[in-house]
DNA sequence: ACAACTATGTATAAGAC
DNA sequence: TGTCTTATACATAGTTG
């Protein structure tokens, strides 16, 4: 596509490379963002030059947190062990300190969500937390929205579930080679 | 490119829309390709539809492995002492106090966060914590805005993060086949 | 580096198999 | 879905500012 076709293969030049760089990173997003929108479908594209920082993308309408949404409800264990932690980890974080856990912008008709959680002698509410705590699908989309984050509390979980994922990340990668 | 020109909004049609799809992903992956020999990048693109399983590519002579690696030997160092600390701080002011972290708008006004933690022998200011939470959730806006990064600390938490994405995508790819 | 321009190579819409 | 064809829309090489 221009004047002239060219070889396939590393432009030496490292000014008119990075010039090639430019322009096709962008010829690239747009493509993506084409085919999001044509054919309802997710991207996540990530480009690095050698001399440029990184760079993500990924269409707006389509947040990222529903795209790993989608990756990590593909097991079932992994979900319910996700929970499990979760749970746990409001349960000391209630324990130790009268944390409020605000319930966000959700209505909460009280009929609903009346379930209980009893560990030692605390009782705690699920159905307050059950947004921000569920499982790290919500735990993600606070990573997505960061000016939803208005406590500590969530703040601690997200830490927690970067530092969970990293340790399987690590398993992970020894497994692979 | 066509016979015609199409709107920019999602085909109807499922069976045209899967079509499409098919179509233009070999088109993107194409691009991408040249893209990473012509400009010497590394490219990650994950693309699903509703459809059809996420697929991840990545150009055969620059394997994921070596791009992971990239990321987490760069400062590897730097990502654990970053990630205890964070972490450190985070525990010690839910346990010590309960206090409130102003979030996002920093009015740096009066004698700004007096409030101090002791831990051992030192001396944690709460400013400093708000900074590291500031940090955490910047995240996805410093991938957007690349240049905004002006510090190690930030880039070792937003590699935590692509990583930790990067890991979902993989373990995704394993499982679907 | 980015914007604009023009000529030309490419991707793809529509259609048939 | 995959493949082929053809006509057309689009992306971009080369170049200048």
Redesign the pocket.
Known sequence: ??????DLKTIEC???????????K???L??AE??AV?CDSDIILLVF?P??KPNLFYPHYRPLSRILEKLSNMSEYEREERRAYTKKTLVKLLKNKNVEIPNENHNHSSGRDEVQLQEDDKVIELGEARELLDDNTSILRNWQDPHRVDDLAKLTIMEDHLVSILSLIKKAQIEQG
């Open positions: 596509m221009g004047r002239k076709k060219i490292p000014k008119e490379r990075s010039s090639k760089y430019s322009k096709r962008k010829g690239l747009k493509k084409e085919m044509l030059s001399t440029s």
